[in-house]
């Protein structure tokens, strides 16, 4: 089991916007910073320092964002390099209906998504 931040959108652009709000978040929290969630902005670059961007993308590296095509490869790609059977998703937007509509699409994604079994080795 993995747990990864994703974020499905109709196209890419538009899922990438929507992470700015988490991007913001963790931005606020290395600031010493409230960190309640921010609306999405166009982009992230005036809102940071290079050293802050590095962190910030450090910290959310492993997110999943764009259209559901960009999310089911990048989900295909984290059970194929983890090996795992089951991934918490976390969504993090500034409005609840993105949020459902991001988890409605995973969900859609997941459910035509082929598994392919793992097999475990047994100690005898």
């Known amino acids: 089991m993995v747990a990864v931040q ?3 959108a109709e196209t890419d652009a538009a899922a990438k916007r929507l ?8 931005l606020r929290l290395i600031r010493n910073q409230p960190v309640e969630l921010l609306p999405p902005v166009d982009s992230m670059e005036p809102l940071w320092q290079d050293w802050e961007r ?22 295909e790609k984290l059970a194929g390099d983890t090996g795992a059977d089951e ?7 500034y409005e609840h209906a993105d949020r459902l509509q991001s988890y409605r699409r995973v969900a ?7 598994m392919k ?5 047994a100690e005898a």
């Open 117 to 121: 079994p793992t097999t475990v080795a």
């Open 19 to 26: 992470f700015t709000t988490p991007q913001q978040r963790f």
């Open 87 to 93: 991934v918490i998703v976390v969504t993090d937007t």
């Open 6 to 8: 994703v974020i499905a």
């Open 54 to 75: 590095a962190a910030v993308q450090n910290r959310l590296g492993a997110a999943i964002v764009g259209s559901d095509a960009t999310v089911k490869a990048g989900l």
């Open 108 to 114: 859609s994604i997941a459910s035509a998504m082929e």
